[in-house]
């Protein structure tokens, strides 16, 4: 049985898709961006700022389905630019202190006015 996330303390989704998907136990995190959930707009200025919102809005699709990062099993990373690479792991491992997911990073060019996207899969034993 399937069951669709909304948070209420994510930004809505700005096409036709759910904030996740909770199949078993196993949950599926849609791509955030660096969306503000009351303006509805992409902020920071750049890619620490940015990463930190991120993870705040994946973090809120989580709460609201029982799930934490220590529950993350999968990270997929798109960035504007790969030389922000470093500065973005700067931000990344104060979320993910030890126990580290499994990890993808691409450099994704035509995000929409943003510099990064991140899913995530999340899975409880």
Known sequence: MKRFIVSNDAPKPVGPYSHAVLVGNMLFVSGQLAINPVSGKIE????????QLVFKN???????????????????VYLTSLEDFAKFNEVY??????????RT?????????????????AAKE
């Open 44 to 51: 920071g200025d750049d890619i620490k700022a940015q990463t």
């Open 58 to 76: 994946i973090e809120a699709i989580l709460k609201e389905a029982g799930f934490s990062f220590e529950d993350v099993v999968k990270v997929n």
């Open 93 to 102: 491992s104060t979320i993910f202190t030890k126990n580290f997911p499994a």
């Open 105 to 121: 990073t691409v450099e994704a060019k035509l995000l929409p006015g943003a510099l990064i996207e991140v899913d995530v899969i």
